[in-house]
């Protein structure tokens, strides 16, 4: 997959198949459409292109740096290469770029920059400015600027279009196996191994204290979680805890991964952290010996659901 960052080097392109859209968390509705765009391609012989943005339009348009997104830039350009897109496009979303109509959106950017013969877009899909673009605003346009038009149906799961904001929704309530659903694949996080207080360590149970570089990563509730942990192309059964170790007065928010049968030190390391179960919520107990008492009760938990999975 070719990726480019601003149009200025994208290629002239005889035949290309496109779809648009933001892709956050690449779940099972867009893996819906970016089969059909393969589809397409092969039927046509043309080529596939995924135009995204970046940061995220919520970000500028609202202001909302709060937002937390199910995908880095990373994970998204990662997660469309395994669907087989040959051409993504980035585009920068600024102030500037949302003043776009959506007739200029067509004519500048799919027609004029990326010769689009083929349109695919979500059923709910919306762009230019204050997203007055639809599909039945793009059908207006077909026969002017020569290419053709198809709106793909919503993907459901027990009569519920799939959508990021409801597998965001999920997560924020620790519903990862309803996220899982969703998106097709375990929900993950990866994070760089940096330095934490030790406590694990004291108590027999040394963790990885993760460091998530994107400000605008969702990380799901508080509590513990089953895990599989990867990184050198390896990968272990663990647990997960997030949130800010109330029984020892924690006062910041912590991702700390402990993984099963391993001893190596791992610092600097970047893992990725697959959530698979929540075992229980966040919990103070009376003191440490408590807290280990369950630490134990929740390793043994782990290791039936993960030997379970084998």
């Known amino acids: 997959m070719q990726?480019?960052?601003?149009?200025?080097?994208?290629?002239?392109?005889?035949?290309a198949i496109v779809?648009?859209?933001?892709?956050?968390?690449?779940?099972?509705?867009?893996?819906?459409?970016?089969?059909?765009?393969?589809?397409?391609?092969?039927?046509?012989?043309?080529?596939?292109?995924?135009?995204?943005?970046?940061?995220?339009?919520?970000?500028?348009l609202n202001k909302d740096y709060d937002l937390r997104l199910l995908s880095?830039?990373?994970?998204?350009?990662?997660?469309?290469?395994?669907?087989?897109?040959?051409?993504?496009?980035?585009?920068?979303?600024?102030?500037?770029?949302?003043?776009?109509?959506?007739?200029?959106?067509?004519?500048?950017?799919?027609?004029?920059?990326?010769?689009?013969?083929?349109?695919?877009?979500?059923?709910?899909?919306?762009?230019?400015?204050n997203r007055q673009g639809s599909f039945n605003f793009l059908k207006d346009y077909t026969q002017t600027y020569g290419f053709e038009v198809e709106e793909i149906p919503a993907q459901q799961i027990d009569e519920n279009a799939i959508s990021s904001t409801k597998i965001r929704t999920a997560l924020l309530k620790g519903e990862?196996?309803?996220?899982?659903?969703?998106l097709g694949r375990a929900y993950s996080l990866t994070g760089k191994?940096?330095?934490?207080?030790?406590?694990?360590?004291?108590?027999?149970?040394?963790?990885?204290?993760?460091?998530?570089?994107?400000v605008h990563k969702l990380i799901p509730a508080d509590g513990v979680y089953v895990v599989q942990v990867t990184f050198d192309n390896r990968s272990y059964g663990g647990l997960?805890?997030?949130?800010s170790n109330p029984t020892v007065n924690g006062q910041f928010r912590?991702?700390?991964?402990?993984?099963?049968?391993?001893?190596?030190?791992?610092?600097?390391?970047?893992?990725?952290?697959?959530?698979?179960?929540?075992?229980?919520?966040?919990?103070?107990?009376?003191g440490l010996p408590e807290l280990v008492t369950q630490m134990k009760k929740d390793e043994v938990q782990a290791r039936k659901m993960l030997f379970s999975r084998k």
Request: one cysteine or more; glycine letters at 8%; charged letters at 20%.
């Open 176 to 182: 990862v196996q309803t996220a899982k659903e969703y």
């Open 240 to 243: 997960l805890s997030i949130g």
């Open 193 to 214: 191994v940096v330095k934490g207080n030790q406590l694990g360590r004291t108590l027999g149970y040394p963790t990885a204290n993760l460091e998530i570089a994107d």
């Open 3 to 15: 990726t480019y960052f601003g149009t200025e080097n994208f290629p002239i392109l005889d035949f």
């Open 72 to 129: 880095t830039l990373d994970e998204k350009i990662r997660d469309l290469e395994i669907f087989g897109v040959q051409h993504l496009l980035v585009i920068p979303f600024t102030a500037q770029f949302s003043e776009l109509s959506s007739e200029e959106f067509i004519q500048q950017i799919l027609v004029e920059k990326v010769n689009t013969r083929q349109l695919l877009i979500g059923y709910d899909h919306r762009f230019g400015k």
């Open 19 to 60: 779809t648009a859209g933001t892709f956050d968390g690449v779940h099972l509705g867009h893996q819906k459409i970016l089969t059909r765009l393969q589809e397409n391609c092969l039927k046509h012989q043309g080529e596939s292109v995924v135009i995204t943005y970046h940061p995220h339009p919520r970000i500028v």
């Open 254 to 286: 912590t991702v700390e991964a402990y993984l099963l049968d391993f001893q190596e030190d791992i610092y600097d390391k970047t893992l990725t952290v697959h959530l698979l179960h929540l075992l229980r919520g966040q919990q103070k107990f009376a």
